[in-house]
């Protein structure tokens, strides 16, 4: 099985800039679709974008769609989220996961099998 794991969260003004990796451990993401959540406090977790590792279609939540770009480091092993014009919505917890034996990307969570322990990401105003 692949266990990922996020880095890359960290404290940056509206406006501003962060990317995201998303590593995976213990296998490689190739077979996987591999997605990005997000989770703001009180809030329910959301789904932000995915891609699948064969390079097929990505998919975006129409809030970060223009922002947001997912893209794969295929001699890293990275599934990557460069996050820009960042406003102060965009913050809460985000969150990589995998989904094995599907041929799409799903956009919703529970279609996903394997997920990492997440990264903060705040966003002031």
């Known amino acids: 099985q692949v266990q990922p794991v996020e880095s890359g969260g960290g404290l940056v003004q509206a406006g501003g800039s962060l990317r995201l990796s998303c590593a995976a451990s213990?296998?490689?993401?190739?077979?996987?679709?591999v997605g990005w959540f997000r989770q703001a406090p009180g809030k329910e977790r959301d789904f932000v974008a995915a891609?699948?590792?064969?390079?097929?279609?990505?998919s975006y939540a129409m809030s970060v769609k223009g922002r947001f770009a997912i893209s794969r480091d295929i001699a890293k092993n990275t599934v990557d989220l460069q996050m820009n014009s960042l406003k102060p919505e965009d913050t809460g917890i985000y969150y990589c996961?995998?989904?094995?034996?599907?041929?799409?990307?799903?956009?919703?969570?529970?279609?996903?099998?394997?997920w990492g322990q997440g990264t903060q990401v705040t966003v002031s105003s």
């Open positions: 996961a995998a989904a094995g034996m599907v041929a799409t990307v799903p956009t919703v969570g529970r279609r996903y099998d394997y």
């Open positions: 213990g296998r490689t993401f190739s077979g996987y679709a």
């Open positions: 891609t699948h590792w064969s390079g097929g279609p990505t």
